[in-house]
């Protein structure tokens, strides 16, 4: 059974570049079966699809972050990172790791995905 754990910095100050992780159990990230997707929801607001990176290492980014996004992997941790570039207060939300068995672009469906993780509060403020 897969399982998603998030960690990130929890605050932040406006312009700081943080990164998330998302530790994988059950599963390799290099497997071809699995699509590692970050998608965060600000508070009072819908999820937001920000990225996603296969099991051999290709990345996706939603047009409206990718200026500014990067998500990566550790296969030796078995973890994949999301950083996140000069982060304003609009970036604060809980951030979310999630599996699923095909690649899904740009889904904010919760039930498109298999697996989701507990997600991470991210507060952005000076």
């Known amino acids: 059974q897969v399982q998603l754990q998030e960690s990130g910095p929890g605050l932040l100050k406006p312009s700081q570049t943080p990164s998330l992780t998302c530790t994988v159990s059950?599963?390799?990230?290099?497997?071809?079966?699995?699509?590692w997707n970050w998608l965060r929801q600000p508070p009072g607001k819908g999820l937001e699809w920000m990225g996603v990176?296969?099991?051999?290492?290709?990345?996706w980014y939603s047009p409206s972050l990718k200026n500014r996004l990067s998500i990566s992997r550790d296969t030796s941790k078995n973890q994949v990172t999301l950083q996140l570039g000069s982060v304003t207060p609009e970036d604060a939300a809980v951030y979310y790791c999630?599996?699923?068995?095909?690649?899904?672009?740009?889904?904010?469906?919760?039930?498109?995905?298999?697996?989701w993780g507990q997600g991470t509060q991210v507060a952005v403020s000076s």
């Open positions: 059950g599963a390799s990230i290099r497997s071809e079966y699995y699509f």
């Open positions: 999630a599996a699923a068995k095909t690649f899904i672009m740009s889904a904010t469906d919760k039930e498109r995905y298999d697996t």
């Open positions: 990176i296969s099991g051999s290492g290709s990345a």
